[in-house]
């Protein structure tokens, strides 16, 4: 099962094969990658997460959505319940949130639009006690939203190598 989320100014489809030169796009962006990897992404590197943000949906029923604006269809991000099944300590036992939004369209609020859209959704769907998110110490935006959204941090770690901030939000 696949659901598209509607909200205000956008909508969420879950991440198709449709979507792979937008996500290449994005992710070869150096200005939004390095955010999160060290370097942006090859498009064989995008390839491998379109395929498994396509079998998340397939296996699990919840994934990752691109994000659209509702007017003009512009690609704006992504935003996603998933199960990556990381290894780090301590491990996340619950579903993990992520996001991401072209730095065109940062400080819009369009990340919390979209992130509040996958939240309701969550809660809803697989009334999880709690969701978790892992966030860069220095992605001082993500953390911002992240408080906003209603995580709290719990615990300072590391994930291949790099130093992460991991957050917990209580389902609803």
């Known amino acids: ?3 598209t989320l509607i909200t205000e100014r956008l909508v969420l ?4 094969l449709a979507d792979y030169a937008d996500l290449t796009a994005l992710w070869g962006d150096a200005a939004f990658a390095t955010s999160i990897f060290p370097a942006a992404l090859t498009s064989e590197d995008v390839w491998f997460r379109l395929l498994r943000d396509v079998g998340h949906w397939e296996v699990l029923g919840y994934g ?27 491990p996340f036992e619950n579903p993990e949130l992520g996001w991401g939004v072209a730095p065109r369209f940062q400080g819009k609020g369009l990340a919390f639009e979209a992130l509040s859209a996958a939240l309701a959704w969550c809660d809803d769907t697989l009334t999880a006690p709690r969701t978790v998110c892992m966030i860069s110490p220095d992605n001082a935006p993500s953390h ?14 590391s994930y291949k190598g790099a ?7 209580a389902g609803r």
Not at 163 to 169: A, H, N, S
Request: charged letters at 20%; proline letters at 7%.
């Open 144 to 157: 911002a939203l992240a408080i906003r959204a209603g995580y709290t941090p719990y615990c300072e770690t």
């Open 1 to 3: 099962m696949t659901t």
């Open 13 to 16: 489809t879950p991440v198709q």
């Open 64 to 90: 990752n959505w691109s994000i659209r604006l509702k007017h003009g269809d512009d690609y704006v991000g992504s935003v996603g319940i998933f199960d990556y099944r990381r290894l780090m300590d301590p």
């Open 163 to 169: 130093p992460v901030v991991l957050l917990e939000r």
